[in-house]
C-alpha cells in the first residue's frame, strides 16, 4: 500500500515538472516567432499520437491563462486506414470539452492505388494530407494550423535534408504555405521528444498506433534517429547543441553566396569581430567534457 502511494507521489511530482517544463517550453516558442496572437484561430492538428494529445494539452492550459484571445480547434483526418478506431478521438475530445472536428478522406485507398507495391506511400500521403489540412483550415476561417513536430523531429529533418537532399533547411517553427494563404506553427519546437513521451505515458492519452497504413517507418529517419541516440549517448549535450546551432546561423561562414555577398567583400569592409573567429568555443556541459576526447577540443580552439 505504502509502495502505491509513494509511487503516486513520485509521478505527481515528475508530472508536475514535466508539465512546467513543456508549458514554459511552449510558451517560449509561441512568444519567440509570434506563433499566436489576439483573435487567432488556431486549427490543432491531432493525429492520437502522444506529440499532438500533449500540444493540444499544453495549448488548452496556456489559453487559459494568455494575455491574448485566441480559439482552438482540434481537428483530425480519418484517412480511412483499415483498423482506424474511429470513436478515440471523439470519445477523448469531448471528455475534455474541446471543439473538434473529424475530416473523413479516404486517402489510403487513393494512396494504394497510385503507388506501386513494395514503394513507400508517406510522400504522396503527406501530400494528399497537406492539401486536405490547408483547404480545411481556409473554408473554416483558421488563421494558423498547429503541428505537433518536436525538437527531435526537426533535427532529424535537418540531417535528412543534409545527407539525401544536399540542402541545410528543417522543419521552421513557423512556415507561411507557398500559396501564401496559411500559416503553420510548431509550438511543441523547443520540446524534447522524451518530455513529450513521458508526459504522454503520465497523462494516460488514449494513443492510437501510426502503423495502420501499413506502411513501413521511413527508414532513412530511422537511421537518423539512432545516429542522433548514439551521439547522444556518447556525448550528452550533442542535440542540445546541434539545435541550439540553427538557430545562431553565421551565413559568411557557410557557403551560400545567396546569403551572403561573398564577391563584394574588400578589405576595407568592416568586419563583425565576432565574425572573425574560425571556431567559436565550444559550448559543452561540464559532464560531456569527461567523456570528450579532450585532444579534440584543443585542436578546436587551436583554430581560433
Ligand atoms: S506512415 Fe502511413 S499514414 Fe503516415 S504518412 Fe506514411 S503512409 Fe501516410
Known amino acids: 500500500m505504502n509502495e502505491v502511494i509513494q509511487t503516486d507521489r513520485k509521478n505527481k511530482l515528475e508530472y508536475n515538472k514535466l508539465h512546467k517544463r ?21 486549427m490543432v492538428c491531432l493525429s492520437g499520437g502522444k506529440d499532438s494529445y500533449t500540444m493540444l494539452e499544453i495549448l488548452l492550459n496556456l489559453k487559459a491563462s494568455a494575455p491574448v484571445n485566441f480559439e482552438l ?10 483498423g482506424f478506431p474511429e470513436e ?30 513494395g514503394k513507400t506511400t508517406c510522400a504522396l ?7 486536405i489540412i490547408y483547404s480545411w483550415a481556409q473554408e473554416h476561417q483558421c488563421t494558423k494550423i498547429a503541428l505537433g513536430h518536436h525538437r ?15 540542402k541545410m533547411k528543417s522543419m521552421p517553427p513557423k512556415l507561411l504555405s507557398d500559396d501564401g494563404k496559411n500559416t503553420v506553427i510548431r509550438p511543441l519546437a523547443y520540446c524534447k521528444e ?28 530511422k537511421q537518423i534517429k539512432l545516429m542522433l541516440k548514439s551521439w547522444e549517448n556518447q ?12 538557430s545562431n546561423v553565421a ?20 568586419i563583425n569581430r565576432d565574425e572573425e573567429t574560425l571556431f567559436d568555443e565550444p559550448v559543452i556541459k561540464q559532464e560531456s567534457i569527461a567523456s570528450f576526447d579532450q585532444s579534440s577540443i584543443l585542436n578546436v580552439k587551436s583554430l581560433n
Open 251 to 270: 551565413p559568411s561562414h557557410l557557403m551560400d553566396r545567396g546569403l551572403f555577398p561573398f564577391a563584394d567583400l574588400t578589405n576595407d569592409l568592416q
Open 194 to 221: 522524451s518530455d513529450i513521451a513521458k508526459f504522454a505515458e503520465l497523462k494516460a492519452f488514449p494513443i492510437i498506433p501510426c502503423n495502420l497504413c501499413g506502411s513501413q517507418e521511413n527508414l532513412q529517419r
Open 125 to 131: 500521403c503527406s501530400r494528399l494530407r497537406r492539401g
Open 88 to 117: 478515440i478521438l471523439p470519445n477523448y475530445l469531448k471528455s475534455i470539452d474541446v471543439p473538434y472536428h473529424i475530416i473523413e478522406e479516404d486517402t489510403y485507398s487513393i494512396v494504394k492505388d497510385k503507388v506501386p507495391e
Open 152 to 166: 527531435e523531429d526537426i533535427i532529424e529533418t535537418l540531417f535528412l535534408n543534409m545527407f539525401f537532399g544536399g
Open 73 to 82: 480547434v482540434a481537428v483530425n483526418l480519418d484517412q480511412k486506414q483499415p
Open 22 to 42: 513543456l508549458r514554459r517550453n511552449v510558451g517560449r516558442a509561441i512568444d519567440d516567432f509570434k506563433m499566436i496572437e489576439d483573435g487567432d484561430k488556431v
Open 235 to 246: 556525448f550528452p549535450g550533442r542535440i542540445e547543441n546541434i539545435f541550439r546551432s540553427i
